[in-house]
Protein backbone atom coordinates (compact mmCIF):
# COMPACT_ATOMS: atom_id res chain seq x y z
CA UNK A 1 0.00 0.00 0.00
CA UNK A 2 1.15 3.62 -0.74
CA UNK A 3 -0.35 6.68 1.25
CA UNK A 4 0.07 10.21 -0.32
CA UNK A 5 -0.09 13.36 1.35
CA UNK A 6 -0.19 16.54 -0.55
CA UNK A 7 0.40 20.04 0.41
CA UNK A 8 1.10 23.57 -0.53
CA UNK A 9 -1.58 24.78 -2.25
CA UNK A 10 -3.94 28.09 -1.02
CA UNK A 11 -5.19 31.09 -2.35
CA UNK A 12 -2.59 33.43 -4.98
CA UNK A 13 -2.96 36.04 -6.98
CA UNK A 14 -2.50 36.04 -10.78
CA UNK A 15 0.78 35.87 -12.00
CA UNK A 16 2.15 34.43 -8.18
CA UNK A 17 3.66 31.02 -7.15
CA UNK A 18 3.01 28.34 -5.42
CA UNK A 19 4.38 25.07 -4.51
CA UNK A 20 3.26 22.07 -4.38
CA UNK A 21 4.45 18.69 -2.53
CA UNK A 22 3.61 15.37 -2.26
CA UNK A 23 4.68 12.41 0.29
CA UNK A 24 4.95 8.73 -0.40
CA UNK A 25 4.76 6.64 2.58
CA UNK A 26 4.22 3.00 2.92
CA UNK A 27 6.19 -0.21 2.40
CA UNK A 28 8.05 1.06 -1.08
CA UNK A 29 11.01 -0.06 -3.70
CA UNK A 30 10.63 2.27 -6.23
CA UNK A 31 8.12 4.64 -7.51
CA UNK A 32 7.74 4.20 -11.33
CA UNK A 33 5.66 7.20 -11.83
CA UNK A 34 4.50 10.22 -10.20
CA UNK A 35 2.63 13.39 -10.81
CA UNK A 36 -0.04 15.63 -10.60
CA UNK A 37 -3.71 15.92 -11.76
CA UNK A 38 -5.77 18.28 -11.62
CA UNK A 39 -10.22 18.64 -11.48
CA UNK A 40 -11.84 22.12 -11.95
CA UNK A 41 -15.48 22.77 -10.77
CA UNK A 42 -18.01 21.10 -13.21
CA UNK A 43 -14.64 19.57 -15.29
CA UNK A 44 -13.09 16.24 -15.54
CA UNK A 45 -9.66 15.10 -13.97
CA UNK A 46 -7.21 16.10 -16.29
CA UNK A 47 -3.02 15.25 -16.07
CA UNK A 48 -1.20 18.49 -15.27
CA UNK A 49 3.09 16.86 -14.82
CA UNK A 50 3.94 13.40 -14.48
CA UNK A 51 7.48 12.53 -13.90
CA UNK A 52 9.46 8.06 -14.25
CA UNK A 53 11.91 7.63 -11.34
CA UNK A 54 14.12 7.90 -14.85
CA UNK A 55 13.39 11.69 -15.50
CA UNK A 56 10.97 12.05 -18.10
CA UNK A 57 8.47 14.69 -18.13
CA UNK A 58 5.30 14.92 -19.44
CA UNK A 59 3.08 18.22 -19.30
CA UNK A 60 -0.23 19.15 -20.60
CA UNK A 61 -0.01 21.84 -22.79
CA UNK A 62 -1.50 24.63 -21.36
CA UNK A 63 1.16 24.75 -18.30
CA UNK A 64 3.96 24.12 -20.30
CA UNK A 65 6.56 26.69 -19.63
CA UNK A 66 4.54 27.96 -16.37
CA UNK A 67 4.90 24.56 -13.87
CA UNK A 68 8.49 22.24 -13.33
CA UNK A 69 7.74 18.61 -11.70
CA UNK A 70 10.09 17.48 -10.02
CA UNK A 71 10.97 14.31 -7.94
CA UNK A 72 13.35 13.49 -5.03
CA UNK A 73 13.80 9.47 -5.39
CA UNK A 74 14.91 8.54 -1.90
CA UNK A 75 12.29 10.13 -0.01
CA UNK A 76 9.49 9.31 -2.86
CA UNK A 77 8.24 12.86 -3.31
CA UNK A 78 7.31 14.71 -6.08
CA UNK A 79 6.91 18.65 -6.09
CA UNK A 80 5.00 20.92 -8.58
CA UNK A 81 6.59 24.41 -8.98
CA UNK A 82 3.81 26.66 -10.19
CA UNK A 83 4.49 30.14 -11.50
CA UNK A 84 2.74 32.59 -13.59
CA UNK A 85 -0.43 31.04 -11.95
CA UNK A 86 -3.57 32.10 -14.39
CA UNK A 87 -7.05 32.03 -12.80
CA UNK A 88 -7.85 29.26 -14.92
CA UNK A 89 -5.43 27.38 -12.95
CA UNK A 90 -7.80 26.94 -10.23
CA UNK A 91 -8.61 23.53 -9.11
CA UNK A 92 -7.83 20.57 -7.08
CA UNK A 93 -4.69 19.33 -7.86
CA UNK A 94 -4.14 15.62 -6.75
CA UNK A 95 -1.01 13.34 -6.36
CA UNK A 96 -0.73 10.23 -8.49
CA UNK A 97 1.65 7.68 -7.97
CA UNK A 98 2.09 4.22 -9.93
CA UNK A 99 3.79 1.40 -8.41
CA UNK A 100 3.82 -2.25 -9.31
CA UNK A 101 0.91 -1.18 -11.95
CA UNK A 102 -1.58 0.05 -9.18
CA UNK A 103 -2.52 4.00 -9.44
CA UNK A 104 -2.70 5.79 -5.71
CA UNK A 105 -4.25 8.99 -5.39
CA UNK A 106 -3.47 11.41 -2.71
CA UNK A 107 -6.79 13.12 -0.95
CA UNK A 108 -5.73 16.46 -2.93
CA UNK A 109 -4.99 20.08 -2.31
CA UNK A 110 -6.69 23.56 -3.16
CA UNK A 111 -4.96 25.74 -5.76
CA UNK A 112 -7.35 29.15 -6.12
CA UNK A 113 -6.02 31.73 -8.05
CA UNK A 114 -8.00 34.97 -7.65
CA UNK A 115 -7.28 38.51 -7.12
Known amino acids: QVQLVESGGGLVQPGGSLRLSCAAS????????MGWYRQAPGKQRELVAV???????NYVDSVKGRFTISRDNPKNTVYLQMNTLKPEDTAVYFC?????????WGKGTLVNVAS
Open 26 to 33: GTIFSISV
Open 96 to 104: NAIYIGTDY
Open 51 to 57: MTSGGST
